[in-house]
């Protein structure tokens, strides 16, 4: 880039704020080359920025201080930054140098200073500032919303701000529009407010509005295009004093979601006192929130004031500033605040940060587990463990059902071990809940353990089951709270003492069921496990296993050929399972359709589901005779037979292709009819 170019960006940033360069000038604001850039600021990268010096008059005998303004793209130097995904900054300012408080030039401030009645406003910028004070106004700079103080440098108010007389003077925070969407600059308004009243100060909090919808904006936007006199106006309308402070409380711990309406408490905790997020309706937040109380001051038309006490949450959520955003969404991954911040994405980040350690015990863990099994099947059911993990957000088309005998370790992998990692992201829940009409327990997870399945035959509960495991949305139901839809990134782990516990049909391709062996382990490698290398009797902190097993997930695992989508491996248990929790009804068609005694293929293709039970009834397993029609219709399906309901005349009858199904899909009841009566052997009677 050339110096003529440079220029030229510098003059339209500077517009952009409604100055010059001769307001450049007049402040001593300079361009620098990306050689003097890089030379002072190695990690700025190689770009053009100018210089903003602060008045030496008003540093309190702090060090000299400027700030540094980019221009354009940075070219960053290789490794120049921690992690270039993040945002780059705009501004730098010399290492070790206390923040300051920029004071424009053409306001005699020893007079507004000396009048506790002028008011001063306070913005993010030095540009904002300035442009505030041509327009008008007594506007000082910050260089960000938490720039009045130093936690590094152990100041908690700057001398230059504790220099100025406080004592009942109207103080106007105005920084920018993003305040109502981001908690962390609620948080510092609530602090900055807090400090300022301790002092005297009577503060109005007035976050600029947007000039454009979704646009960020700042006082210099608002300036650029409304008048004074309308600024002056918004102003008057915002709170002040302590209901100011008390709202932008509010908005740092709860915000308003649209669609549906809910408020979300981001403040509650779980059993294990972990942060998590809670929604309720507003009629709910009004109760919880109730006791909040603040004094309201307003002006009649003798600008006289009125104070009265009101409820804090009731105004919240009429105030027009609450932090509120459009949806929510649940994005392992992915940013606090989604789609231009229009969504507000649940996930609050893994429970242990990666951190390279022994994982013996693990590896001895899954030894035990997999001692007689085919290698493929320890290395998938690892890979499978791991995979959600390395890639953030993955759901997996398959669920692992392990079983065994009482106390054998079975939920030990998912409760005990990947639960720390996981954090609030993990929950561990009952058969009565996977069978409930309300689903709480699966918001905002990525890994559930179902624990202790019983024995079923249900091919409902299967599909239901089978469900959850495929389906990529997932719709909320929870009591009192309005149905909505979140992203289902979950994953899940089965456990049962039963051989009959999950119900698998042959063709299955979701589930990889595995039994744990009989023998024990020793007392001493639950301890070694659970007490020490996990350390799960301490939490929220933990021992060395969770953090070093997320290490090993994510930087030493060969993930050789795992495909995540893919059906599971097709173990010995899980075809026992299968032939264990098929019905004697599903066995009676396999078997007895082909045999010598009925040959019933090749006679024709349909028959009457009364015409198939009956024959069960009569030559099935003991108890077979009380076998209904209805009851025998559902495991027709079972063994790939074709069911449908078609006319004989005035009579709706259930009919059963036994062969050919593909073919019989496609034709219509006429021809099933004229099928089932080939031959005459049909008796009416057994419809």
Not at 294 to 300: G, K, M, P, Q, S
Not at 502 to 530: A, G, K
Not at 594 to 611: F, H, I, T, W
Request: charged share 25%; hydrophobic share 35%.
């Amino acid at each position: 880039m050339s110096p003529q170019e440079a220029r030229k960006l510098w003059k339209e940033d500077l517009a952009r704020s409604g100055l010059t360069l001769e307001d450049a000038a007049k402040y001593n604001w300079q361009l620098w080359t990306p050689t003097e850039v890089e030379a002072k600021f190695p990690f700025a990268g190689k770009t053009w920025a100018y210089s903003i010096p602060y008045p030496k008059k008003y540093r309190c005998g702090a060090p000299l201080l400027y700030r540094l303004r980019v221009l354009g793209n940075p070219e960053l130097p290789f490794g120049g930054t921690p992690d270039p995904s993040k945002k780059r900054p705009k501004y730098w300012q010399p290492s070790g140098t206390p923040p300051g408080v920029f004071f424009p030039g053409g306001i005699d401030w020893s007079i507004v200073l000396g009048n506790t009645a002028s008011e001063i406003v306070l913005v993010e910028g030095e540009k904002k500032s300035v442009c505030g004070c041509k327009k008008g106004l007594q506007v000082l700079g910050l260089g960000g919303v938490w720039s009045w103080k130093s936690k590094s440098l152990g100041v908690s108010f700057l001398p230059e701000l504790q220099a100025i007389n406080w004592s009942q003077r109207p103080v106007v925070i105005a920084f920018d529009s993003d305040a109502r969407a981001n908690p962390d600059v609620a948080r510092a308004i609530v602090a900055l407010a807090e400090q300022l009243t301790n002092r005297g100060a009577r503060v109005i909090v007035a976050t600029v509005p947007e000039v454009e919808p979704g646009k960020k904006a700042g006082l210099d936007d608002y300036l650029m295009v409304r008048t004074v006199d309308a600024w002056r106006e918004y102003v008057a309308t915002c709170p002040f004093g302590e209901l100011a402070q008390k709202l932008w409380a509010m908005s740092d711990r709860y915000c308003m979601i649209q669609h549906p309406a809910l408020v979300l408490d981001e403040r509650t905790t779980d059993d294990l006192d972990r942060v998590v997020t809670k929604p309720m309706p507003p009629q709910s937040f009004k109760l919880v929130a109730g006791n909040i109380q603040a004094v309201e001051v307003t002006r009649n038309a003798r600008n006289e004031e009125k104070t009265a006490k009101i409820n804090v949450a009731n105004r919240w959520l009429e105030w027009s500033l609450r932090r509120e955003y459009h949806a929510l969404t649940y994005e392992p991954g992915g940013a606090k605040i989604l789609n231009h911040g229009t969504r507000y994405n649940a996930w609050r980040g893994l429970g242990v940060e990666p951190k390279k350690g022994s994982i013996k015990p693990w590896k001895e863990l899954l030894d035990h587990m997999f001692k007689d099994s085919p290698p493929g099947h320890r290395a998938w059911f690892e890979r499978w463990c791991a995979w959600p993990l390395k890639n953030l957000g993955s759901k997996m088309a398959s669920a692992v059902g392990l079983w065994g005998l009482p106390d054998r370790g079975k939920s030990l992998i998912a409760e005990k071990i990947l639960s720390p990692i996981y954090g609030s992201n993990f929950t561990s829940i009952a058969q009565v809940d996977l069978e409930s009409d309300f689903n709480e327990w699966a918001v905002n997870k990525q890994l559930i353990l179902v624990d202790e399945v019983s024995a079923s035959e249900s091919r409902t509960r299967a599909d239901r089951f089978k469900k959850l495991v495929t389906q990529t949305e997932l719709q909320v139901s929870m009591k009192f709270i309005p149905r909505y839809a979140i992203p289902d990134h979950t994953n899940y782990i089965m456990t049962s003492n039963s051989p009959r516990a999950f119900y698998v049909e042959d063709n299955d391709r979701r589930f990889f069921i595995h039994r744990v062996p009989d023998l024990q382990l020793p007392e001493s490698f639950f301890h070694n496990l659970i007490d020490v290398w996990i350390g799960f009797h301490k939490p929220p902190t933990f021992g060395p296993g969770p953090a070093a097993l997320l290490h090993y997930f994510l930087e030493e695992l060969d993930f050789g050929d795992f495909d995540p989508k893919a059906p599971p491996p097709v173990t010995q248990d899980k075809l026992d399972m299968i032939e264990s929790g098929r019905h004697p009804a599903e066995d009676w068609l396999r078997s007895y359709v082909d045999s010598e005694q009925y040959d019933m293929r090749g006679k024709r293709a349909v028959y009457s589901l009364g015409e198939l039970c009956a024959l069960f009834r009569t030559d099935g397993p003991s108890g077979s005779a009380s076998m209904s029609p209805n009851a025998f219709g559902a495991y027709v399906r079972n063994v790939g037979m074709l069911k449908r309901v078609v006319r004989d005349g005035d009579k709706a009858v259930r009919l059963v292709a036994i062969e050919q199904t593909h073919q019989w899909e496609k034709r219509g009841g006429t021809e099933w009819i004229a099928e089932l009566h080939r031959g005459g052997t049909f008796d009416k009677k057994k419809y």
